[in-house]
């Protein structure tokens, strides 16, 4: 009789074993679809923008590149005109370096190598004859070049742009070369260090036509050969693309690369795959928090609902029990318990179903609000752009930038900065129509999407964010301003990260003219 006891499995402990089975299945499949899928959207997304990012700078280049070029032609015209007067010669080729700011030097030489002039006087080689590779083959083609990187006869890793000089009677008379040290500072570096890639652990490098590295964060590495790496051969033969890529330290990266137009570069953007992994692990773990406690509070109750369900065959074995004992008859307690039991554990399962599903929704608002103030985060914003531009959608950009933040949050302390920045997006929603769309890019900065309006509407309704801004007082006791920038679709094919690009272009010339300012972008104009 005992051993057959001891065989038997209470109803308790079976329905209690079943429903944590199927908990555990559910939250397993549950972690395990959303890990997928997530891990998923985040290598895309990634993939995405630092494709964007590669693009925006060589756009950026490119632009550079154009504006040196035709400095260099101006000089050359110039020397065209006056090529009989060394000393207006030297004072415009100094006015020329210093004014552009382009070239860490600028020079001429004759069409036999020898330097005539050159800026700053202070290097002193006028004089000299030249016979570099990349001189030899400027003086030989007779027109306009741009070198790979080499080491000068200064000993100095150097790029050379160069423009041919012809005297009044067409007559080649050498060149005009401009020097830019890639290990010194310069206007590209300037550039390129000032358009920082998002996100732990990402950054970008520059190629030249052959492979070999024109920027880089390790500046020892100028110059490098790196035709090697599957992403840099593809930029050699001119493809633009994404994809994952193993980079010669052994890091698995989730690479963008685009061709610099015209001359032949290469730029890459690059985000280490564990920053993604990091990312996707505190997803998980945010899923996981979530569902946790309804999954405990989920176990309790099949506890409690099995010991009712259990309870009638327990009266009805004592009774048995009792009757097989004694012959006698206990009272039986018991109303019509299969019905109603069913009918509580129907309801448990499915208000259990109905949180886990809330809390799937709630997931899912998440993602796409910002945690602080509410408002829709990037992913959200650029999911609308998207929308508008399939939708044919016409839409201005209000880029908003609080000046100083970083000076508010010093001196006040994190709280009364998070207390700025909701001051900020009340004075911005205010100012804002109905079907306008707030949204917050991250730390201090914030876009305002306005469908069906043109920038100049747009700067109407930035003006009077900025000056509500500049006359109300804020949480810290005195005013807070802003900087904004303003762009808008002219054509359906503008991309959310143009339009974004042109608005922030706009958004640095308001800081560069004093802050507190709105300005417009001149495709915009």
Not at 367 to 378: E, P
Not at 458 to 463: C, G, L, S, V
């Amino acid at each position: 009789m005992n051993n057959s006891n001891k065989k038997k499995i209470s109803l308790t402990v079976l329905l209690t074993g079943l429903v944590a089975i199927a908990v555990t299945l559910t939250i397993g499949i549950t972690l395990f679809t959303s890990y997928q899928s997530e891990k998923l959207t985040l290598i895309d997304t990634t993939l995405t923008m630092n494709y964007s990012n590669a693009e925006d700078i060589s756009v950026t280049i490119d632009s550079l590149f154009k504006s040196m070029r035709k400095t260099l032609q101006s000089t050359s015209m110039y020397f065209t005109k006056h090529m009989d007067d060394p000393e207006q010669l030297q004072e415009y080729l100094d006015l020329s370096r210093r004014s552009s700011g382009y070239f860490n030097s600028i020079f001429r030489i004759d069409e036999n190598g020898e330097l005539l002039e050159l800026s700053p006087q202070s290097i002193q080689m006028t004089g000299q004859f030249l016979s570099s590779d990349a001189i030899k083959d400027a003086l030989t083609t007779h027109s306009p070049s741009i070198s790979p990187p080499y080491i000068a006869a200064t000993g100095r890793l150097i790029l050379l742009m160069s423009e041919p000089v012809y005297d009044s009677h067409n007559v080649y008379r050498g060149l005009i070369g401009g020097v830019i040290y890639l290990q010194e500072d310069n206007v590209l570096n300037s550039i390129l260090r000032n358009n920082k890639v998002d996100g732990l652990g990402s950054y970008y490098y520059v190629v030249g036509p052959t492979g070999r590295l024109l920027y880089h964060p390790d500046k020892s590495r100028l110059g490098d050969d790196a035709s090697s790496n599957r992403v840099i051969d593809k930029l050699i033969h001119s493809k633009n693309g994404k994809e994952i890529v193993v980079n010669t330290k052994g890091i698995v990266n989730l690479a963008g690369y685009v061709v610099v137009p015209d001359i032949g570069w290469g730029v890459v953007s690059q985000t280490p795959i564990t920053t993604v992994y990091q990312e996707l692990n505190q997803h998980i773990s945010k899923l996981v928090l979530y569902t946790l406690p309804p999954a405990l509070l989920l176990m309790v109750l099949a506890i409690v609902l099995a010991r009712k369900l259990a309870k009638p065959f327990v009266s009805l074995s004592n009774v048995v029990d009792l009757f097989s004992k004694s012959g006698k008859m206990a009272p039986l307690h018991s109303g019509n318990h299969w019905n109603r039991e069913a009918d509580i554990l129907t309801k448990t399962i499915m208000t259990a179903i109905h949180k886990m599903k809330e809390q799937t929704e709630q997931l899912s608002e998440a993602a796409l609000t910002d945690s602080l103030t509410g408002l829709k985060n990037r992913r959200a914003m650029e999911s609308v752009m998207q929308k508008w531009i399939h939708d044919g959608v016409k839409y201005a950009i209000i880029l908003l930038d609080i000046d100083h933040f970083k000076a508010v949050n010093d001196t006040h302390g994190h709280q009364i900065g998070d207390e700025v920045i909701h001051h900020v997006v009340r004075v911005m929603i205010s100012s804002a129509c109905d079907r306008d769309i707030c949204c917050r890019l991250g730390g201090e900065e914030f876009v305002v999407l306005l469908p069906e309006m043109s920038a100049g509407e747009a700067f109407t309704i930035a003006e009077r964010i900025r000056t509500t801004l500049e006359n109300t007082v804020s949480p810290t006791g005195k005013q807070v301003t802003a900087s904004m920038g303003i762009s808008e679709s002219v054509s359906p094919t503008d991309s959310p990260s143009y339009l974004l690009h042109l608005a922030d272009l706009s958004l640095y010339e308001a800081k560069k003219a004093g802050r507190n300012k709105t300005m417009v972008s001149r495709q915009a104009q």
